[in-house]
């Protein structure tokens, strides 16, 4: 396979070359959001500039152009994931898509059913479930992890029983890095007739993922981070599946009759997408969908593989480090650590000093914190546009910070 | 800026060695805060006597700007009267601290003031 051509991917990304205080910026934060490539910029403000309207509307040229190319990015989208173009919502973020299924599902739920997540979970696929479950009265298990991070299936199959009727997962933990085996659980969930959901959000934007293959029932993922814009999210869904399910929101759009008694639904996927869509940014996730194809996904996850294998070496050379999750192997691109001494707060200060962005805190999963009995850790989460010597100067600027607070 | 401006030697000595660390057995109201962006805790201990804060003391665990702007705090406002905690305004704190300090770290140098104020505030609707 060939290589990956970083130096010039790197050229897409104006902001990788801004400075501050002389320094040149190092971003170590893509699980919370990506660097967006100009490919993309462009699209959203060619957009604008040339066939803003709205969509789904108007007789005339410009809106019959903009409802085709929003269409198109359906179809993008679907290709992206082996999907059907009428398979892909248009959401906010995957934390809509997750709640639009919370809501929507449990609704069609009794009393004593049950929803199984992970201990693992991001707060959008938790709250929500939690909170649906406590309106109607359903039980939410959580499947244990390990001690290295990865999912217990022991815990998880002694927790699948004929009362699940909802299996939710993350492909990639955004905390512990830890990939979990989706295409397994999704077997053990469907054997009893439960449905299976995954959390994508940090796998899309870094490995080839296959909808059809996972055999997933509903899949969510964000835009932004997959190099594509804030405020557009997706939702996967089965076709049957998504025919049968109510819509979540009410509106324009979404409706094919309208009566002051009642209302027909659109086909889909307009049932789900009430209101004046986010075209602009619909536009910008194609454009990004496209860019991670044409650079290669499968490249990506091996490039990104041997950068987080480096990584975790050089910083096992750093005293008094915790590195939290699985091994190498079994990781994507994100490393939680907390350096004994040093708060993680302040280990992201130091790092800010040489314009080094990391995260510290929760990271959006204060039970899994508190389960592994830290308040926060520090968290560097890498795309395949950063490269080994930026892992350098992160990993001998930890030892600064170390020597510092000493 | 350097790491030595960022972190003064003040800031690092009240981080390493704290003031007023510790509980009070007997005191007037006691408060626990917390900041969810990056998991600083603190708990606070107030004694009163004769209208003034005679006593006080902190425990937490945080990032050296939330824990040493406590341990300053608490030194500053031992025999104050509490309508003169309440007059402290965050540029009050980041005086103290002596640093420029961004948007969001100015959290954790609000905590220990924010958590004190609420001890307050409760202490003050408890019937006596």
Known sequence: MKQLNVEKIRKDFKILNSTANGKQLIYLDNAATTQKPKQVITATKKFYETTNANVHRGIYKISEEATKQ??????????????????????????????????TLCSGLKESDEILLTQMEHHSNLVPWQQNAKKLGLKVKYAEINKDGTLNIESFKSLLHSNTKIVSVTHVSNFLGTINPVEELAKLAHAIGALFIVDASQSVPHMPVNAKKINCDFLAFSGHKMLGPTGIGVLYGKKDLLEKLPPFLFGGDMIKEVTFEDTKWNELPWKFEAGTPNIAEAIGIAKAAKYLEKTGLDKIQQYEAELTAYALKRMEEIPDITIYGPTADKRGAIISFNINGVHAHDIAAVLDEENIAIRAGHHCAMPLAKLLGVTGTARASFYFYNTKKEIDHFTETLKKAKEFFK | MSLDTLYREQIMDHYKNPRNNGKLEECSFKITDTNPFCGDEIEMFV????KKISGIKFTGKGCAISQAAASMLTEFIKDKTLEEVEALSREDVIEMLGIEIGAVRVKCAMLSLVALKNGINKYREEPR
Do not use: G, R, V
């Open chain 1, 70 to 103: 929003y269409e198109n990015a359906h179809a993008t989208i679907a290709k992206l994931i082996n999907a059907k173009p009428e398979e892909i919502i248009f959401t906010k973020n995957a934390t809509e898509s997750l709640n639009l299924l919370a809501y």
């Open chain 2, 47 to 50: 004694k009163m006597q004769d």
